[in-house]
């Protein structure tokens, strides 16, 4: 897509400030799900997300002119978008416990998985589709904030570690490191469940699997 | 030497993404071999990797994109050119 692609960023960028300001729309269009998702994992609400999102496309627009190139445009956008974020969660800090400076001790925790030996399809032929929505979602907003924006930018937005450890500002050992802890949280809160909606088909056990 | 299942349970994540030396890798599968239960906690968890990235769990509020760029649109009309 022509709009990710650095040159045309850049050269978008130039016109922009030469004055073609609707050129704008076009630059920002393909960051818009990325700075929702960065914002919904850190502000937990939709309303509110989108709000900031506005909030941080003007802040874009308004400092375009300090874009210097050297990060990718996304990322350097989704960092305006992080310190919205942050700005917000500090406002509200009171209201909130899951507050992004309550950082949670890495090596801790109980992340032993759910043991199970019977769910090894996928299962989304024999769960309605809206209902395991439901309900990767609840998961997904259960987990720590500094879980969910790892596994909101990483899984779901498919970014890569560098760009998501970019993003967040945080290492990308730290990227790693949290991907895998949100993982196995949500390995060991879902598998039980949705193991129930496997199919039924006996002899899964010890058949050889693909892959 | 022969690596546990809490051994392979910490690369999970990084074996599901290709992100463990050949080594590490080759250990991990003769461990998955004889191993029912880590076997199985690789697949549930790579399921649970699948459906998340898969089934547009979040989505844009609907008209999201329509409101942030008619707000944009209003804003560039205030802000006139210049930067």
């Known amino acids: 897509m022509a709009a990710s692609d650095p040159q045309f960023e850049a050269e978008c960028i130039r016109r922009i400030l030469a004055g073609e300001k ?24 939709e309303a509110e997300a989108e709000d900031a999102a506005q909030e941080t496309v003007l802040k874009v627009y308004l400092n ?11 990322t350097w956008v989704l ?13 509200q800090a009171t209201r909130r416990e899951d507050s992004l400076d309550a950082q949670i001790d890495e090596q801790s925790g109980d992340y032993t ?19 395991l929505r439901a309900l990767l979602r609840k998961a997904i907003e ?17 970014m890569d570690v560098r760009e998501t450890a ?9 990227v790693k490191v949290r991907l895998h802890r949100a993982r196995a949280l949500l390995q060991r809160d879902l598998a039980p469940q949705l193991k129930g909606f496997a199919p039924r088909r006996k002899g899964c056990l010890g058949g050889a699997h693909e892959n | 030497m022969r690596i546990d299942c809490k051994h392979v349970w910490e690369h999970i994540s990084a074996y599901i993404d290709g992100d463990v030396d050949a080594a590490l890798r080759a250990e991990i599968d003769r461990h998955l071999e004889t191993c029912e239960i880590c ?20 989505e844009l509020p609907a008209g999201f994109s329509e409101r942030l760029h008619a707000r944009l649109e209003r804003e560039l009309e205030r802000m006139g050119s210049g930067f």
Do not use: M
């Open chain 1, 22 to 45: 609707q050129l704008f729309h076009v630059l920002i269009r393909p960051c818009e799900r990325a700075i929702y998702f960065l914002l919904l994992s850190l502000l937990g609400s």
């Open chain 1, 64 to 74: 375009l002119h300090n874009f210097r190139g050297d990060a990718q445009f996304r």
């Open chain 1, 79 to 91: 960092s305006i978008a992080r310190n919205e974020g942050l700005g917000r969660l500090r406002k």
């Open chain 1, 113 to 131: 998985p759910a043991i199970l030996t019977s769910w090894r399809e996928v299962p989304s032929e024999t769960l309605e589709r809206k209902e």
């Open chain 1, 142 to 158: 259960g987990l720590p904030a500094i879980y969910r924006n790892v596994v909101l930018l990483r899984d779901i937005e498919e």
């Open chain 1, 166 to 174: 970019a993003s967040l500002d945080i290492t990308e050992g730290a």
């Open chain 2, 39 to 58: 076997s199985a906690v690789l697949d549930s968890t790579r399921n649970v990797v699948v459906l998340v990235a898969g089934n547009r769990v979040f």
